[in-house]
């Protein structure tokens, strides 16, 4: 053995001999504190893998989301009173002059009929060929209509013509025969825009006028009935007169029709005047009506 080392070991064992052996208990709790710095060593190391771990995660998570954007702020509205400002003029502007009253329109068709100055004589019909009782003819001063009460019905016009007509029901009766009925056909220019008011005032005028004083005596009853759709605007006016006998006694009644159309300015009448006590057809009514309206079409057109 050297020098060297037999000194170390004399070193060692001096050292050793001046330190005094602890005793039992102090061994024990050395030994107990060195666990228990084990024990909070290994929980520290396995917080801090957890927490790694969770760490992690949210990284992987996050990056499968994509980035997050954080919420955008909300903007605060802070209401404050409208301060005052000057009142500005508003623009004027200049309506365009309109008429007081507007022309009438036909209810059916495209166009408005132009309003005509004269009344030829094709206005007027032609009666079905065999029906025909004696020859029409031209008239003045007859009445349009009937008195419905004295109502006032007179209108400036433009012109007005009346024909006369009479007609049988058919063709099976002789030459000799005396008429079924007759007719007074008025045909009526109206002043531009007006016509649709006179047709207000007469049906105005019937419905206020339900009974008066017939020409021939005793009561004349008078009503507006469901007159079709005819022209523009049509009105059929029933006249009830009792039915006198040569000694002035009545025996029923007799029954007369008016038929009223308007087509644009134009105004056509057809009152159903009979022939010795005879009623009103309705449907010899509504037939020459229909003739009468396309008389005045074709005329207008």
């Known amino acids: 053995m050297s020098r060297d080392v037999s000194d170390f070991y004399r070193s060692l064992a001096a050292d050793a001999d001046g330190r005094p052996l602890a005793g039992p208990d102090a061994l024990r709790r050395w030994a107990d504190r060195r666990a228990r710095v084990r024990a909070a060593g290994g929980s520290l190391v ?166 008066q004083e017939a020409a021939s005596g005793g009561v004349s009853r008078q009503r507006l009935l469901p007159g079709g759709a005819y022209g523009d605007e049509s009105l059929l006016i029933e006249l009830r007169t009792p039915a006198l006998t040569a000694g002035g006694t009545a025996e029923g009644e007799t029954v007369r029709l008016i038929r009223v159309v308007r087509i644009g300015d134009v105004v056509t009448v057809l009152w159903e005047i009979g022939w010795e006590g005879t009623s009103s057809d309705r449907a010899n009514v509504d037939d020459y009506s229909r003739r009468a309206v396309r008389a005045v079409a074709d005329w207008l057109d």
């Open 46 to 211: 396995a917080v801090l893998l957890i927490a790694g771990a969770a760490t992690g995660t949210r990284l992987v998570l996050a990056d499968d989301r994509g980035p997050v954007t954080p919420p955008a702020a909300t903007p605060t509205v802070t209401a404050s009173p409208p301060s005052p400002s000057p009142a500005t003029p508003a623009p004027t502007t200049t309506a365009p002059a309109t008429p007081d009253r507007t022309p009438s329109a036909p209810a059916t068709g495209t166009r408005a009929p132009r309003t005509p100055t004269s009344i030829p004589d094709r206005a007027f019909f032609a009666q079905p060929a065999g029906l025909v009782a004696a020859p029409p003819y031209f008239t003045e001063g007859e009445p349009v209509l009937p008195e419905f009460c004295g109502a006032d019905l007179d209108e400036p016009v433009v012109q007005r013509r009346t024909r006369a007509l009479f007609y049988h029901l058919g063709t099976d009766r002789p030459e000799t025969a005396v008429p079924y009925g007759s007719y007074r056909h008025t045909i009526t220019i109206h002043r531009a825009g007006r016509a649709g008011d006179w047709m207000a005032d007469l049906r105005r005028a019937v419905r206020e006028c339900p009974e």
